[in-house]
């Protein structure tokens, strides 16, 4: 069992910050990505999903969740930091069974989705995707709640525009369930930098916003009203071109 104090460490982290200086999580793939970060002086990771199915050799979306939490607890084992775990939907746990296995892969956190791929749908998400009841999720959420207790930072991932719902006032609405559910942060992925404004007077409590390499800086996100900065598998994305450019180099060599 993870020592509650570690979840309060996470969850002191999101709050009274200053503009311009958000909470920056980078995202480990393994272990050797994870030590890199910390090392780096990051005060917490974040696992990406997305990233792990990649490292394991799946789409996203398709690791079996014993594998994940393995993939998890070999992160979590080799760093001192605060991790929190992407969980997806909850891979069909009742919410005992998920913070369970969470807290038994040494996860001080979890980021859960309020949407489901649809046929066809690709790994980065689209409108092909269904959107879940708000109300059902809160009600998921509250029940995750109350099984965790304090020994999780529970971020409630608001899909509207990853799905095509561009109106910032739809993930406001959702938003405000999943607080009110007992959701520590919201994360409304993919929201255009224009909208981060409006989310943020919007929305009580901490504001996840995703970076993206050609977006604005991460000081930038944090005026713009970010508490706090993901970056799904984005740098494992950089990490792989720049290995592709290494061996570019050893054939040339």
Known sequence: MVNPSTAATLRALHHGRAPGDPLVL???????????????GYEALATPSAAIALSLGYEDGQVPPKEMFEAVGRITRAVGVPVTMDAETGYGLTAKELVERLLEAGAVGCNLEDSYEGAGAGAGGGSTGVLRDPREQADWLARVREAAGDHLVVNARVDTFVRGVADP???????????????????????PPEAIPVLRAGIEGPLNVLALPDGPSLRELGELGATRVTFGPGLLRRTMAALRDITDGLRRA
């Open 26 to 40: 980078p995202g480990p793939w393994d272990a050797a990505s994870a030590r890199v970060f910390e090392e780096a």
């Open 169 to 191: 006032e739809r993930a406001i609405e959702r938003a405000r369930l999943y607080v009110a559910a007992g959701a520590d942060c919201v994360y409304p992925i993919l929201a």
